[in-house]
């Protein structure tokens, strides 16, 4: 058993990990400040006597006795980490050396939530971890996608300098159940559209692309890299399998047996044209793969959407 802090864990991904952190006998302390996060995903942990909810947001320093650090508070979404992108740079920098500064004093491992969005918009693909990406310092996605390389940058600092023990995992995009009904990201508002009977807004053309990975997996993945014994990473999570954003919303409207029509809206600046991760490196060194196929998960994240619909 150890002691493991979750920073965000009363987001999406996070509320899955400290699940699941939990039901494998660990003590769990969740510090969120809830500015994308929400009582609501974690209220059923709230009884386990080895839950902690702590309400703290990481620009502050903390001192806490911990094992292990999963850092995942920042904001996700483009709407929400564009809100506010000076906080979301403060997020990630300096959140991200209070958590370093934490886990070297308390000599704990810690575990860095990278994005696929260090690679930008992509000259290579699919994409490997040595791919150095193509990103706009200067655009409106920079506070997170400059954000979180500077995360990286400080993750391998601390390492070189310090010996803190870190992990880094790049998260292509994740879905499924307890993404917030406002989120704004593609599969979230697919399905609460399409649930709605309302227009489904495909931004641009909708011939760019991603690749889904279910929430199960990722937290699976997340696991596998904070306890294997020496890689440092980086390493991709991710889903291989890619879809065009029309074909992704057609596909939505077959599976809700909506009455949805698709509307075009303007290609929001600098986002990505193509994005699918290179996963031989996980499958080498963690023996990851994706298991929950895109019908099943999305079912899965339907079946949420339909029951938050209607409470
Ligand atoms: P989310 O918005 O649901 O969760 C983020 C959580 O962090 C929220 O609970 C929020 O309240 C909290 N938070 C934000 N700023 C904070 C601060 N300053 N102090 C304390 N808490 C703060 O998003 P998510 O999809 O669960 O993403 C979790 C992590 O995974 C993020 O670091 C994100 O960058 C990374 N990630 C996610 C995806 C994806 O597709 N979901 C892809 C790449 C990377
Ligand atoms: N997108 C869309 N309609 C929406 C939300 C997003 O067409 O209502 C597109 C968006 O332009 C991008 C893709 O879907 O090309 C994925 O967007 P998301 O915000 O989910 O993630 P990211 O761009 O960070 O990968």
Not at 137 to 150: A, H, N
Request: aromatic share 8%; proline share 5%.
């Amino acid at each position: 058993m150890s002691r493991i802090l979750v920073t965000g864990g009363a987001g999406f991904i996070g509320s899955h990990l400290c699940e699941r952190l939990l039901n494998e006998g660990n003590e769990v302390v969740c510090l969120d400040n809830f500015f994308t996060g929400s009582k609501d995903n974690i209220i059923h942990l709230m009884d386990d006597k080895k839950f902690e909810l702590i309400r703290h947001d990481i620009i502050e320093p903390i001192l806490l006795e911990v094992d292990q650090i999963y850092n995942l508070a920042s904001p996700a979404s483009p709407i929400h980490y564009q809100y506010n992108p000076v906080k979301t740079t403060k997020t990630n920098v300096m959140g991200t050396i209070n958590m370093l500064g934490l886990a070297k004093r308390v000599r704990a491992r810690i575990l860095q939530a990278s994005t696929s969005e260090v690679y930008g918009d992509p000259t290579v693909h699919p994409q490997k971890e040595d791919y150095w990406g193509n990103v706009n310092p200067i655009g409106p996605r920079s506070c997170y996608d400059e954000g979180k390389r500077v995360a990286e940058t400080l993750m391998m600092d601390y390492y070189r300098q310090n010996n803190v023990e870190i992990r880094i995992l790049r998260i292509f995009n994740t879905y499924g159940p307890r993404m917030a009904l406002n989120d704004g990201r593609v599969v979230s508002n697919f399905i609460v559209q399409a649930l709605k009977g309302e227009d489904i807004t495909v931004y641009g053309k909708g011939d760019q692309t991603r690749s889904f990975c279910y929430v199960s997996d990722l937290v699976d993945g997340l696991i596998r890299m904070m306890n294997q014994p020496d890689f440092i990473g980086p390493v991709n999570i991710g889903n291989p399998h890619e879809h065009t954003i029309l074909e992704f919303a057609e596909k939505i409207i077959a599976m809700t047996d909506s009455k949805s029509r698709v509307s075009f809206k303007p290609l929001p600046q600098d986002d990505p044209k193509q994005r699918q991760p290179d996963i031989t490196l996980a499958q080498e060194k963690l023996g990851w793969n994706p298991r929950v196929s895109i019908d099943e998960g999305l079912r899965l994240t339907i079946e949420y959407f339909k029951t938050k619909l209607k409470g």
